[in-house]
C-alpha cells in the first residue's frame, strides 16, 4: 500500500513564507506524479501544484509566482514553498501522489495525505 506522512503547516502571518513536505513510501509503487491540492472551508478541494517525475510543473493561477513545488524522486519526496502568503491561502493543504504498481496488475490510482492546516492570519 502507498503511505503518505505530510509535515509543514500552521499559522504564518499575511506575507509570511512556510514549507510543506511530504514523502511517499510503498515498496511496490512508482510515483508519476506528486502534488498538493487545498481545501478552504465550504469550499471544493482545489489544485496547488503538481510535478511530474521528469520535472514538469504545474501551477494553479492563484499559486504562481508565489508558491515553488519541488520533488526529489531518490526519496519520494515533494516539497511546496509558499511564499507571500494571503489570508486567502488558509486552506488544510493535501498531499496527492498518482502511484502506478509495479508488479500485476500495473494499476495506477491516486493517493492522499491526511491534510495539514495552514492558517495565514495577522
Known amino acids: 500500500q502507498v503511505q503518505l506522512v505530510e509535515s509543514g503547516g500552521g499559522l504564518v502571518q499575511p506575507g509570511g513564507s512556510l514549507g510543506l513536505s511530504c514523502v511517499a513510501s510503498g515498496p511496490l509503487f512508482t510515483f508519476n506524479v506528486m502534488g498538493w491540492y487545498r481545501q478552504a472551508p465550504g469550499k471544493q478541494r482545489e489544485l496547488v501544484a503538481t510535478i511530474t517525475r521528469g520535472g514538469t510543473t504545474n501551477y494553479a493561477d492563484s499559486a504562481k509566482n508565489r508558491f515553488t513545488i519541488s520533488r526529489d524522486s531518490a526519496e519520494n519526496t515533494v516539497t511546496l514553498q509558499m511564499n507571500s502568503l494571503k489570508p486567502e491561502d488558509t486552506a488544510v493543504y493535501y498531499c496527492?501522489?498518482?502511484?502506478?504498481?509495479?508488479?500485476?496488475?500495473?494499476?495506477?490510482?491516486?493517493?492522499w495525505g491526511q491534510g495539514t492546516q495552514v492558517t495565514v492570519s495577522s
Open positions: 496527492y501522489v498518482q502511484g502506478v504498481r509495479i508488479v500485476s496488475p500495473f494499476d495506477l490510482n491516486s493517493y
